[in-house]
């Protein structure tokens, strides 16, 4: 098959995307300053022109309007006319330009003038630019339509040379070279350390999620760079130490089914070659060789189904099926399957229920957490083989306890017994009917229903095994169904 070809790496990608941008910048300021800067230059001369010629009409037929117009020509090297509708210059007159006569527009430019803004335009004043041929260069014209104290009209005529450009459009020219030069030069090297920056972190955590990917669960993901890559980091080890516990879990698993299944297997497999070697024409040894098979592949069958049950409930593959039902009742129910320790073999099993107990949760499960303490008990109960067990209410909530009269647990083994296979030192275990792997079916199932559960116990006084779940009266199960 052949291999595809390697994507490009994130620090190259970032470069390239700094250095894009980079470029894009630099072509914007060459289309403003070098190829626009004509329309832009034109664009604001003409506002600057209009925006002085409205001063003007605004103070038009005051005193101060000849004063105003002079200034204006002076400071902005403007010329600004005032003509009558005849085409009589009114402003500039010789006392107002020092005894020299004005300077006239050309004849033709006034006409031209005058039909724009007689005609082409729909308000009083207008601006435009217009070719001067005499001097080789635009003009830019402001014109406005006035009318005066006797309600004569009378024209104001504004207009500015455009300064040629060429030689600034070089020098600027000149100018963005050097410094489009000197940019990208900058930009690549400081989008080389920008990449670089933002690109490690990322690095270091895909070289450890590789070492992670061997089954090296010591590998630590460092938190640097910025906070998403914290976060992420914190994910990963939070990960790591999930997977590390995964694995060590699969790993006992694995030894402790071996361990167990390996024992009966050996002994079917003993018994049954007794069967077909010494005992097969003795009806008596026969029958008991057989009802050892028999135990033992009862034994493979819960520790099967045991082990099945546990893995549906820590993988959430079975949701629950809530219901309204009598603890006391599912207790009653579970104690019957125990009525032939009592009749064969002398258990005596103290029972306490109260009536009312009521709970909403999934019925087979919680008659699964009942049937799991009591064989627990049943298994782990002293001589006089009496086993306790109470449902009662206790503010608001429905405890059930589940006592033995073993040996009981040391306080620093109590956390570990809810652990697969965990067999508690020197408690004494009657039976070899159980498979190490109740109590932690009975944890997965009070986890599932959010229950309150523990163990309390001292050292050759027993143990007694609890869970609370709250009751769900009548009235209030009514009102939450409606």
Not at 71 to 83: D, E, H, M, P, T
Not at 237 to 261: C, F, M
Not at 365 to 383: C, K, P
Not at 395 to 406: A, K, P, R, S
């Amino acid at each position: 098959m052949k291999r595809l070809a390697p994507h490009r790496s994130l620090k190259v990608k970032l470069w390239c995307y700094f250095g894009a941008f980079a470029l894009l910048i630099l072509a914007v300021l060459w289309l403003l300053q070098i190829f626009f800067l004509n329309t832009y230059y034109e664009n604001m001369k003409a506002h600057e022109i209009e925006k002085l010629g409205r001063n003007l009409i605004a103070e038009y037929g005051t005193e101060q309007f000849e004063d105003s117009a002079s200034q204006l020509s002076y400071k902005n090297g403007i010329i600004v006319q005032l003509f009558d509708q005849n085409g009589n210059m009114l402003f500039p007159n010789e006392s107002s330009s020092g005894g020299m006569p004005p300077m006239r527009p050309n004849p033709r430019d006034f006409r031209a003038f005058l039909q724009k803004l007689e005609n082409g335009s729909q308000t009083d004043s207008i601006t435009y630019t217009v070719n001067h041929e005499r001097f080789k260069t635009h003009m830019v014209v402001f014109g406005a339509k006035l009318q005066n104290a006797e309600g004569g009209v009378e024209y104001l005529y504004i207009n500015s040379p455009l300064a040629p450009i060429g030689a600034t459009t070089q020098v600027l020219q000149n100018q963005l070279i050097i410094i489009s030069i000197l940019a990208l030069v900058i930009a690549f090297i400081l989008s080389y350390f920008i990449a670089t920056r933002i690109a490690r972190p990322i690095i270091n955590i895909t070289k450890s999620a590789n070492i992670l990917g061997k089954g090296d669960y010591n590998v630590t993901f460092h938190a640097d760079g910025y906070s998403e890559i914290a976060q992420l980091a914190d994910v990963l080890n939070h990960t790591t130490q999930e997977l590390s516990k995964t694995d060590a879990l699969r790993r006992d698993l694995i030894a402790n089914v071996s361990h167990d299944l390996r024992t009966p297997l050996t002994i079917i497999k003993s018994y049954a070659e007794m069967i077909r070697d010494l005992s097969g024409g003795n009806p008596e040894k026969r029958m008991a060789h057989t009802g050892v098979i028999i135990d033992e592949t009862d034994r493979l069958s819960a520790l099967v189904t045991d082990i099945l049950d546990l893995s549906k409930i820590e993988s959430g593959m079975t949701p629950l099926t809530c219901s309204r039902f009598s603890l006391s009742l599912a207790a009653q129910d579970i104690l019957y399957r125990f009525h032939f320790l009592v009749e064969q073999e002398g258990y005596v099993f103290d029972v306490h229920l109260e009536e009312d107990t009521f709970i909403y949760a999934d019925e087979n499960r919680i008659e699964q957490v009942l049937y799991n303490l009591i064989s627990n008990a049943v298994n782990y109960t002293g001589d006089n083989k009496t086993v306790t067990i109470s449902v009662r209410h206790t503010d608001g909530d429905i405890v059930c306890m589940v006592t033995d009269t073993g040996k009981g647990i040391a306080e620093d083994e109590i956390p570990k017994i809810w652990q697969r296979y965990y067999k508690a030192s020197e408690r004494g275990h009657r039976t070899n009917h159980g498979t190490g792997i109740g109590l932690s079916i009975v944890q997965g199932i009070l986890n599932q229903h959010h229950a309150v559960y523990g163990v309390e116990s001292e050292k050759g006084s027993g143990a007694t095994f609890w869970f609370r779940l709250p009751y769900a009266a009548q009235e209030l199960f009514d009102e939450t169904r409606t």
